[in-house]
C-alpha cells in the first residue's frame, strides 16, 4: 500500500449562510492549509499515486484567489470543502484536512467501502 500526503495553501474567499447571526457570513478572507492523502496499492507507469503538481493544479485553478461561493453549489464550510476537494481528486484520495486559521480546521474521511 502507497500513501502520498500533498498540502496545499490556498488564499481565497468565502461567506457561510446561517441560520444564526455571525460574521462568518459577511465576505472574508482565508489562507487556507489543504492536505490531501491518497492512498493505493498500483502505480501508474510513472511509479506514481498521482502526480503533486496534478494534485496543486486540481484545487488551486478551482479555487486560489476566488470567492468559492461563486465556484461551488454548496454552503463552504471547512467540513464541505473537505469532502468536495476529496471528491475533486478521485477514488484514490481517502483524506481531506481543511484548515482555515491554526486553530480552525475540518477533516473529510472517505469510509471504506
Ligand atoms: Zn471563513
Keep these: 500500500m502507497y500513501e502520498v500526503r500533498k498540502r496545499l ?5 468565502h461567506f457561510l449562510e446561517l441560520n444564526y447571526p455571525s460574521k462568518c457570513s459577511e465576505l472574508h478572507g482565508h489562507n487556507w492549509i489543504i492536505d490531501v ?3 493505493g496499492t498500483e502505480l501508474d507507469e510513472n511509479g506514481m499515486l498521482m ?13 486560489d484567489h476566488k470567492v468559492i461561493n461563486d465556484v461551488v453549489d454548496f454552503n463552504p464550510t471547512a467540513e464541505n470543502l ?4 476529496c471528491e475533486l481528486l478521485g ?3 481517502f483524506r481531506v484536512d ?3 486559521s491554526e486553530n480552525n480546521s475540518a477533516s473529510y474521511i ?3 467501502s
Excluded at 495553501?9 to 474567499?13: K, L, M, T
Excluded at 494534485?55 to 485553478?61: G, L, N, P, S
Design 9 to 13: 495553501e490556498i488564499s481565497a474567499a
Design 37 to 39: 492523502y491518497l492512498r
Design 82 to 85: 473537505a469532502r468536495h476537494i
Design 110 to 112: 472517505r469510509e471504506e
Design 51 to 63: 502526480d503533486f503538481t496534478h494534485i496543486k493544479k486540481a484545487v488551486t485553478d478551482k479555487f
Design 91 to 93: 477514488p484514490a484520495c
Design 98 to 100: 481543511v484548515c482555515e
